[in-house]
């Protein structure tokens, strides 16, 4: 079997290095012309997504038939690496099928308009270190920073899948459970789905996040300096930064307060400190919209729409809107806090039992909250597997998983909204269970069935 295995890989490369001679022969005889007689691209198809998505997946056969080959896969890490290569084949084939994206578009707008000296435009709704990256990708033009970024996302993914298993982990998940919780949370995930179809850096973000967790306490520098370029990224898990100054780590606030200011240096020094101005200006405008959107499944656009039935003024729906946030922020700390003296998710620290509740406030709390941004929610609803305990509990529980993770996005009320409810639901349950001693029997069954049979 070995000598079989070992044998296929070599054709493999073989056949890989016969390509790339045969495309590097064309080229240089026939330039992009004679390329182009090797190439069809199908009405509904990126040609550049086609490209790096069979290109991905054919390496990664490659690296498959490598590990095989080699005895690299053992019984140890069987579980792991199954289900890594599982989650990036089916995604390289699910987006290979998509040939329009989205919210590219604004960062390329917002990179063209820096390269060219002018002001952000309106749809761009990040601080400015993102647009200021991309604008050195600008010469590449729309195809080209539309397939960076679309690689950038895979390698997010591939990221998110062994950082999602190391940090349940750290919350006390067995590897066996981890893996499978993560591999069935990523087969079937909407938030997921839209973010990267969207080529959104959400994904990006969550991966700064977990990792600046997974780091903590062992490494303050790494560990503030991710956060503080997730928060750079997407303002957002400025909301996450609250856990950890309740560890009273003075080390990592100060490399925290030093990484912030420095990566916020960088921009200032390409584009002046207007550039700040101009994003707060965009922040405020955004709470301005007057009309609703069903895939913006905020406290304000919900509020919006009750607008036309009940003859509620704009100005009254902004402050209800605000005063449902401040509501959310009161329930969301005090159930943190109860968290923190229960230590609910772990006995390790306050981080650990901090940030599941603020995740939700973090995103929640945003005036705009499109569908993709539960994947935020990750770890308040993937931890809550380690708390339920009666049957009710369970129905919310998965009724609220169900709306947030599986729906697809709908264009109608009331499902439009379900991802609202989800949210707080998610937050009530945390509430409901803080005084639940005992893993679960869903936890304490499942870890010790997976280690029967690991």
């Known amino acids: 079997m070995k000598t079989a295995l070992q044998n296929t890989f070599r054709a493999w490369v073989a056949l890989t290095f016969l390509v790339i001679l045969s495309l590097a022969a064309i080229y240089l005889r026939s330039g992009i ?46 579980w792991l690496t199954a289900g890594f290569f599982l989650v990036l084949f089916v995604y390289l084939q ?12 604004y960062y390329l707008e917002a990179a063209t308009a820096l390269a060219n000296g002018q002001p952000l435009p309106d749809t761009y709704l990040y601080l400015p270190l993102w647009g200021t990256l991309l604008r050195f990708l600008v010469p590449l033009g729309d195809q080209g920073v539309m397939i960076i970024l679309w690689l950038v996302n895979i390698i997010a993914l591939a990221a998110f899948y062994f950082l999602l298993v190391s940090v349940l982990q750290r ?44 780091v903590y306490p062992k490494n303050n520098f790494l560990s503030a300096l991710a956060l503080a370029l997730a928060v750079h990224l997407k303002t957002s898990p400025a909301v996450i930064v609250l856990a950890f100054l309740l560890t009273f780590n003075w080390r990592w606030i100060i490399w925290f307060a030093v990484s912030f200011l420095a990566i916020g240096l960088f921009p200032a020094a390409m584009h002046g400190t207007d550039i700040y101005l101009q994003f707060i200006n965009n922040t405020i405008a955004l709470s301005q919209i007057p009309d609703t959107n069903f895939h913006d499944t905020s406290f304000d656009s919900f509020l919006r729409f009750l607008n036309p039935f009940f003859g509620i003024q704009i100005e ?20 943190m806090a109860q968290n923190i003296h ?3 998710f772990s006995k390790e620290n306050r981080l650990l039992n901090a940030i599941p509740a603020l995740f939700v406030f973090m995103t929640l709390g945003s005036p705009i909250v499109w569908d993709h941004h ?22 919310i529980f998965l009724a609220a998983y169900f709306l ?15 991802r609202l409810v989800a949210s707080m639901a998610a937050l009530w349950l945390m509430y409901a269970t803080r005084n639940n001693d005992e893993p679960s029997p ?12 690991g």
């Open 33 to 78: 012309a004679g390329l182009n007689l090797f190439i069809q691209q199908w009405p509904l198809s990126n040609l550049a997504v086609t490209l790096a998505s069979t290109s991905l997946t054919w390496l990664l056969a490659g690296a498959l038939l490598h590990l095989l080959a080699n005895e690299k896969i053992n019984q140890n890490n069987l």
């Open 94 to 105: 699910i987006l290979r099928e998509r040939f329009r994206y989205g919210d590219y578009h």
């Open 171 to 214: 919350y006390n998940f067995l590897q066996p459970l981890s893996v499978i919780i993560t591999i069935l949370f990523l087969l079937i995930n909407t938030p997921l789905m839209r973010a990267l179809g969207f080529i959104q850096v959400n994904l990006i973000t969550l991966d700064l996040i977990f990792f600046s967790i997974l």
């Open 316 to 335: 009254t729906t902004r402050l209800m809107a605000l005063g449902a946030k401040a509501l959310l922020l009161l329930a969301t700390l005090y159930t």
């Open 342 to 344: 229960r230590q609910s």
């Open 374 to 395: 539960g994947i935020f929610l990750t770890l308040t609803f993937l931890l809550m597997l380690k708390r339920i305990q009666s049957p009710a509990h369970w129905m």
């Open 404 to 418: 947030e993770f599986m729906l697809p996005s709908f264009d109608f009320f009331p499902w439009s909204y379900g």
């Open 442 to 453: 869903f936890f304490a069954f499942a870890n010790q069935w997976l280690t029967k049979i």
